[in-house]
Protein backbone atom coordinates (compact mmCIF):
# COMPACT_ATOMS: atom_id res chain seq x y z
CA UNK A 1 0.00 0.00 0.00
CA UNK A 2 3.13 2.46 1.03
CA UNK A 3 4.73 2.13 -2.79
CA UNK A 4 1.01 3.20 -4.23
CA UNK A 5 1.06 5.84 -2.00
CA UNK A 6 4.72 6.85 -3.25
CA UNK A 7 4.32 6.10 -6.87
CA UNK A 8 1.00 8.46 -6.75
CA UNK A 9 2.93 10.99 -4.89
CA UNK A 10 5.78 11.10 -7.51
CA UNK A 11 3.42 11.28 -9.95
CA UNK A 12 2.09 14.73 -8.60
CA UNK A 13 5.50 15.97 -7.89
CA UNK A 14 6.37 14.83 -11.96
CA UNK A 15 2.61 17.31 -12.52
CA UNK A 16 4.28 19.86 -10.66
CA UNK A 17 7.32 20.20 -12.49
CA UNK A 18 5.63 20.10 -15.71
CA UNK A 19 3.45 22.69 -14.10
CA UNK A 20 6.60 25.36 -13.33
CA UNK A 21 8.20 24.41 -16.20
CA UNK A 22 4.63 25.46 -18.85
CA UNK A 23 4.97 28.64 -15.90
CA UNK A 24 8.79 29.03 -17.63
CA UNK A 25 7.42 28.88 -21.09
CA UNK A 26 4.79 31.39 -20.51
CA UNK A 27 7.26 33.91 -19.39
CA UNK A 28 9.64 33.09 -22.43
CA UNK A 29 6.95 33.64 -24.95
CA UNK A 30 5.65 36.57 -23.32
CA UNK A 31 9.10 37.85 -23.16
CA UNK A 32 9.81 36.52 -27.03
CA UNK A 33 6.41 38.50 -28.05
CA UNK A 34 7.44 41.93 -26.25
CA UNK A 35 10.78 41.73 -28.10
CA UNK A 36 9.35 40.64 -31.33
CA UNK A 37 7.26 44.21 -31.11
CA UNK A 38 9.92 46.29 -29.62
CA UNK A 39 12.35 45.64 -31.70
CA UNK A 40 11.39 44.44 -34.73
CA UNK A 41 7.79 45.98 -35.35
CA UNK A 42 6.18 42.50 -35.69
CA UNK A 43 4.50 39.89 -33.83
CA UNK A 44 4.97 36.32 -33.55
CA UNK A 45 0.98 35.47 -34.12
CA UNK A 46 0.45 33.36 -31.75
CA UNK A 47 1.82 34.22 -27.86
CA UNK A 48 -1.77 34.78 -26.88
CA UNK A 49 -2.89 31.41 -28.12
CA UNK A 50 -0.36 29.48 -26.50
CA UNK A 51 -0.07 31.53 -23.42
CA UNK A 52 -3.47 30.25 -22.86
CA UNK A 53 -2.88 26.83 -23.46
CA UNK A 54 0.16 26.69 -21.18
CA UNK A 55 -1.79 27.88 -18.71
CA UNK A 56 -4.30 25.35 -18.59
CA UNK A 57 -1.06 23.09 -18.14
CA UNK A 58 -0.08 24.68 -15.62
CA UNK A 59 -3.79 24.67 -13.39
CA UNK A 60 -4.21 21.41 -14.55
CA UNK A 61 -0.87 19.71 -13.93
CA UNK A 62 -0.55 21.37 -10.85
CA UNK A 63 -3.45 20.35 -8.92
CA UNK A 64 -2.69 17.13 -7.86
CA UNK A 65 0.80 18.63 -6.66
CA UNK A 66 -1.16 21.38 -4.51
CA UNK A 67 -3.21 18.63 -3.21
CA UNK A 68 -0.21 16.65 -2.11
CA UNK A 69 1.19 19.81 -0.66
CA UNK A 70 -1.84 20.71 1.50
CA UNK A 71 -2.20 23.98 -0.71
CA UNK A 72 -5.57 23.65 -1.92
CA UNK A 73 -8.01 26.20 -0.18
CA UNK A 74 -9.59 24.62 2.96
CA UNK A 75 -12.67 25.77 5.05
CA UNK A 76 -11.57 25.22 8.84
CA UNK A 77 -14.63 26.87 10.75
CA UNK A 78 -16.14 23.39 11.24
CA UNK A 79 -12.91 22.01 11.40
CA UNK A 80 -11.49 24.06 14.51
CA UNK A 81 -14.85 22.73 16.66
CA UNK A 82 -14.59 18.75 15.89
CA UNK A 83 -13.25 16.47 18.25
CA UNK A 84 -10.23 14.37 16.34
CA UNK A 85 -12.16 10.87 15.68
CA UNK A 86 -14.85 12.86 13.76
CA UNK A 87 -12.63 15.18 12.00
CA UNK A 88 -10.93 12.38 10.69
CA UNK A 89 -14.22 10.83 9.55
CA UNK A 90 -15.12 14.14 8.10
CA UNK A 91 -11.66 13.99 6.13
CA UNK A 92 -12.53 10.58 4.54
CA UNK A 93 -16.01 11.17 3.75
CA UNK A 94 -14.65 15.09 1.99
CA UNK A 95 -12.01 13.13 0.15
CA UNK A 96 -14.34 10.60 -1.10
CA UNK A 97 -16.81 13.40 -2.10
CA UNK A 98 -13.97 14.84 -3.99
CA UNK A 99 -12.79 12.14 -5.59
CA UNK A 100 -16.62 11.08 -6.73
CA UNK A 101 -16.47 14.77 -8.22
CA UNK A 102 -13.42 14.91 -9.61
CA UNK A 103 -14.22 11.24 -11.17
CA UNK A 104 -17.67 13.06 -12.72
CA UNK A 105 -15.43 15.98 -14.46
CA UNK A 106 -12.62 13.42 -15.59
CA UNK A 107 -15.49 11.22 -17.41
CA UNK A 108 -16.65 14.38 -19.02
CA UNK A 109 -13.55 15.84 -19.89
CA UNK A 110 -12.59 12.69 -21.54
CA UNK A 111 -15.64 12.69 -23.77
CA UNK A 112 -15.01 16.79 -24.50
CA UNK A 113 -11.52 15.64 -25.77
CA UNK A 114 -12.57 12.41 -27.50
CA UNK A 115 -15.39 14.87 -29.11
CA UNK A 116 -12.95 17.41 -30.23
CA UNK A 117 -10.50 14.62 -31.74
CA UNK A 118 -13.23 13.35 -33.70
CA UNK A 119 -14.53 16.43 -35.16
CA UNK A 120 -11.27 17.48 -36.02
CA UNK A 121 -11.50 20.99 -34.53
CA UNK A 122 -8.89 23.49 -34.81
CA UNK A 123 -8.24 27.04 -33.48
CA UNK A 124 -9.55 29.45 -35.04
CA UNK A 125 -6.35 31.30 -35.81
CA UNK A 126 -3.05 31.55 -37.82
CA UNK A 127 -2.10 28.36 -35.86
CA UNK A 128 -4.89 26.21 -36.37
CA UNK A 129 -3.69 23.94 -33.69
CA UNK A 130 -5.91 20.70 -33.67
CA UNK A 131 -7.72 22.04 -30.26
CA UNK A 132 -7.70 18.18 -29.37
CA UNK A 133 -3.95 18.61 -27.75
CA UNK A 134 -4.49 21.60 -25.62
CA UNK A 135 -7.52 19.93 -24.47
CA UNK A 136 -5.86 16.75 -23.49
CA UNK A 137 -4.23 18.08 -20.73
CA UNK A 138 -7.74 18.41 -18.16
CA UNK A 139 -8.32 14.74 -18.39
CA UNK A 140 -4.75 13.77 -17.47
CA UNK A 141 -4.33 16.54 -15.13
CA UNK A 142 -8.35 15.54 -13.74
CA UNK A 143 -6.67 11.88 -13.47
CA UNK A 144 -3.57 13.02 -11.77
CA UNK A 145 -5.65 14.89 -9.39
CA UNK A 146 -7.79 11.49 -8.78
CA UNK A 147 -4.91 9.81 -7.84
CA UNK A 148 -3.72 12.47 -5.11
CA UNK A 149 -7.16 12.10 -3.88
CA UNK A 150 -6.93 8.44 -3.49
CA UNK A 151 -4.01 8.05 -2.09
CA UNK A 152 -4.91 10.90 0.65
CA UNK A 153 -7.66 8.81 0.99
CA UNK A 154 -5.76 5.60 1.59
CA UNK A 155 -2.73 7.14 3.73
CA UNK A 156 -6.05 8.63 5.80
CA UNK A 157 -7.62 5.69 6.03
CA UNK A 158 -4.11 3.71 7.15
CA UNK A 159 -3.87 6.18 9.82
CA UNK A 160 -7.33 5.51 10.82
CA UNK A 161 -6.96 2.40 11.41
CA UNK A 162 -3.86 2.57 12.96
CA UNK A 163 -5.38 4.90 15.53
CA UNK A 164 -8.32 2.79 16.10
CA UNK A 165 -6.43 0.20 17.52
Known amino acids: MKKIILFIDACSKAGGYVSG ?5 IVALIT ?16 DEYCAYFFVV ?13 THI ?4 L ?3 LPE ?3 RVLDLLVLAGAIALAGFAFYHAVLMT ?5 L ?9 TPLYIPQLVIPVGLLLLILQLIGDFLRRLLSFQIRSF
Request: negative net charge; aromatic residues 8%; charged residues 20%.
Open 21 to 25: LFMLL
Open 32 to 47: LEICARTLFNTSTLIG
Open 58 to 70: VVMMGLSFSMKEG
Open 74 to 77: RISL
Open 79 to 81: RSK
Open 85 to 87: PVL
Open 114 to 118: YDVWD
Open 120 to 128: GMTADSISE
